[in-house]
């Protein structure tokens, strides 16, 4: 029997309006999330990856409602959010919870971390009063850290506890799923690895539904079931960890692939230099959004916008070299 998918986004748009003239009117529009759709099922972790800018970030806080989206469909667990009142939306976020990147920013340093846990316990009014400091204890052991830290503030702790602490409060209302927004990308690299075990860890004792953001895919490769290749406002490509990594189908992929250092020298893949900057996600290209970087651009995708097709299975990529089936980019003449 298959999972059934938990957060259904449909055609999902995030513009923000560029204001002018002496009457502030709106001129235009940055399209940072463009008509956009993807699935994640209950229990599985689907991450989002691309360059800076490229809408991955916005899309976790659309779904949140922390933006209301511009346009588009929402469904967690069957319950179209977008519907749902601020009183509503704010019953509905006990069961989704969101880590953010900076974990000093993110954290009250006013206030000690158990009054910070405490908070979350309160607001949601899913624990007694007289029980929410042993609760809060529970929570900090889960974590990693010591119950007898509960009244430190945050100065006090690494950039790695402190994450953790966030974490905890993530935790503390017992979500279904939990949006991790670039949650290891300030942490040293040693300390990255212990916080993506623990977040392993904790889906596997909670039962917890994952959509992790990031830029750097040898996180993303430690951690992901599916994922979803973002580039300019646009999905260019989802598929399982495996036949991604295995066998990318779209030129954006493939070349952000290519970056990833290696300790194979026997077998090391040549680097794939981009050229040019990315477009504005003001005035983003016509036709495929990525022909004026790829290196296999040709007319059709300076004119026609390309969809998602499948390559193989669950497999899809937003090429018009894919429509004809699998594409091997070292057999393809480039344009550079």
């Not at 910070?116 to 899913?126: F, G, M, P, R, S």
């Amino acid at each position: 029997m298959s999972a059934k998918n938990l957060l259904e986004v449909k055609n999902l748009k995030q513009y923000f309006p560029i204001k002018g003239g002496l009457l502030g009117r709106t001129v235009n529009h940055v399209k940072a999330v463009d008509d956009i759709s993807f699935t994640v099922q209950e229990g599985e972790t689907v991450s989002i990856v691309g360059e800076s800018g490229c809408g991955k970030s916005t899309t976790g806080r659309a779904i949140l409602r922390l933006d209301n989206p511009y346009a588009g469909e929402v469904f967690f667990d069957s319950v179209d959010l977008l519907a749902l009142s601020k009183s509503e939306m704010r019953k509905k976020r006990q069961d989704l919870q969101i880590i953010f990147q900076d974990p000093y920013a993110s954290l009250n340093p006013r206030q000690t971390v158990g009054q910070i846990l405490e908070e979350a316990l309160e607001i949601q009014n899913i624990v007694p009063k007289n029980e929410r400091r042993q609760k809060i204890a529970e929570l900090l052991e889960t974590v990693g850290i010591g119950a007898h830290q509960i009244d430190r503030h945050p100065h006090e702790f690494s950039g790695g506890q402190r994450q953790r602490v966030g974490i905890a409060r993530a935790l503390s209302v017992n979500p279904k799923l939990i949006i991790c927004d670039e949650a290891v990308s300030a942490l040293d690299v040693s300390i990255q690895a212990q916080v993506l075990n623990l977040l392993k860890d904790l889906q596997r004792k909670f039962g917890l539904t994952y959509l992790f953001i990031s830029h750097d895919l040898g996180v993303v490769r430690h951690i992901s079931d599916r994922i979803i290749v973002m580039y300019l406002g646009k999905i260019v490509e989802v598929a399982d960890k495996t036949s991604l990594f295995e066998n990318p189908q779209h030129p954006y992929t493939n070349a952000l692939l290519s970056a990833i250092p290696s300790t194979n020298i026997e077998n090391k893949k040549e680097r794939i230099i981009l050229k040019g900057d990315v477009p504005s996600p003001i005035d983003p290209p016509m036709g495929c959004r990525f022909h004026t970087r790829c290196p296999y651009a040709f007319d059709r995708c300076r004119s026609e916008e390309p969809k998602l097709h499948s390559v193989n299975g669950t497999h899809q990529a937003a090429c018009h070299l894919v429509e004809d089936g699998k594409v091997d980019f070292s057999k393809l003449p480039t344009n550079y």
